[in-house]
Structure formats: structure tokens, C-alpha cells
């Protein structure tokens, strides 16, 4: 309970698990369900993009796809059920009703009702055929959650400014970001985590994959360091690049606090505001027409 609004806080735990490639998806899990049945008194868990498939087995996607009512969602409803606590189980590869293969993150609530899915918008094909095998998302949710208004977006999109300016005008106040982020690029994720919160002033809790995984012959290092970051843009929390359960007490309120001391939301205008700015390039040459 915070002293000062009388809010309850929110217990989150952000499980950073490896998804080693001689490791079957069934027993991976098995292995997370015996994890999340130790914390019996965590509000919100969080887990990886992708991690009971591993997001670099692109040869296995088409075998590895599952719908809404697959074995990892069935796990996460089931252990949602009976610990009364909100899962999100990082993402699938849904096999979607339109035929497409999608990378689809799901919210489900502490009845072990799916509360929100969201398909991956931006499919990442920079030394990864996610993007020539799986087909992009077309919508977004904001719904309500154990720290608010909670969105979520997938990994790679935590490089598009624009989407997140979308979901905070929607209302979002935390941003769950499940990942398999490489450790090649580490310092992006820290950085981009740190950025989108303090931009937004919102809670982002992000989830990274560890170990390695792929082709054994070439395996990509996972880069770890899951982390919360408040709505100052504070690292509350932060894992390191093993296997992890980082468990923290967030208060719910501290968006309203940040929000009131530092005004700065009140201030930004719509992106639409800004395309419509006329253009005065002063001395210069203009390289872009204003639009119209
Ligand atoms: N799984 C991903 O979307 C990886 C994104 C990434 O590695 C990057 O943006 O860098």
C-alpha cells in the first residue's frame, strides 16, 4: 500500500527465460509453469517475445504455430486461473484464422480470461526472416490492467516513436515489451526502454529473452536485461543476462504523480498536428513541401 494515495501496489514479475534449441516446446512449458507456480503473490507476470517456440527457430515456425487456444496460451489461462494474476505470456506464433502465421502477444487476466491480443506491427527482418514469414498486425488495444491503462507492442517496435505516441493518446500508462532482443544491440535496449518511458512518462516493462538460440552452427546470443523503467524514465529493476525472476512493487499512482510535477503530455501535439506545420526554411532551401 502506498502511504501517501492509499493505492495498493502492484507486485510484477518479469520472467527472462533462455529457449535453448535442444529443449522441446513442451517441456519449456512445463519448465515456465513450475516458474510462475513459485510466486504466488505477483499481480502482473511478463514473460519473452516468442520464448516456448525461440524467436531465431524460423525453420520450425510453421511446424511450432498455435491458435488462441494452443499450449502456451492454455498453460498461461491455467496458472492465470489459479493464482488470480494477469500473465502476459510474452508472444506466440499465432496460426491466425485468416491463414497467416503472426507474432501475437497476449494479456490474460487473473480469471485466466484473454484480456487483450496484440499482433506485432513492425516483423523485424534484419538478420531474421521474421519478416518474410510472419504477416504484420493491423490494430492496436489499450485495456485495462493491474497498473492501468496497459498496451503492449513486440520487441522491434520499441524503435518507431510513432507508434508509441499512438498508444499513449490512446490512454496506455504501461507498455508491456516482450522481446528477443540480441545482446549484439544492448545498448539500444537500454536505451529505447529508457526513452519510450520518459517520452510518454508511462511504466515500460520489458521482457528480454537470454542464452542462445537458432542454428547451433550459429547461434545468436540473447541479450538479456529485462527491465522496469518508471514513468521518469527510472530504472526500477533490472536483470542481468541469465535465466531471472525479477519481482518488484510498483505503485499505480506514480503516473499521475509524474504526470502533475512535469506536465510535459499536456504540451504535445498530435501527429497529425505536426505533419500539418507549414514550412519556413528561412534563408535555407527547402527540401520538403509543407503540406497542404
Ligand atoms: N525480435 C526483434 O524484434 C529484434 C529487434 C532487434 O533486435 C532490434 O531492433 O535491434
Redesign the pocket.
Known sequence: MNASTDTPTRRVALVQVASPSDESREARIERVEQVLRRHPDVDLFVLP?LWSAG?FSFERYEELAETLDGPTVAMARRVARDLGASIHLGSIVEHGSDGALHNTAVLIDGTGRIAQTYR?I?V?G?Q?L?SELLTPGTSLSVVAGPLGPTAGT???D??FPGLWQELSARGAEAVIVP????AA?RE??CLLTQARAVEHQLWVLACNACGSQGDPDAPVQLGGFSRVVDPSGRVVAECGDGEEVLVVDLDPARVAEVRAEFPVIADRLSTADYAALGSDPGEGTAVHAAAT
Do not use: V
Open positions: 517475445e524467436y506485432k513492425h523485424f534484419y531474421s521474421e513486440t520487441c522491434y520499441l524503435r522481446a528477443a532482443w540480441p544491440r539500444h535496449w
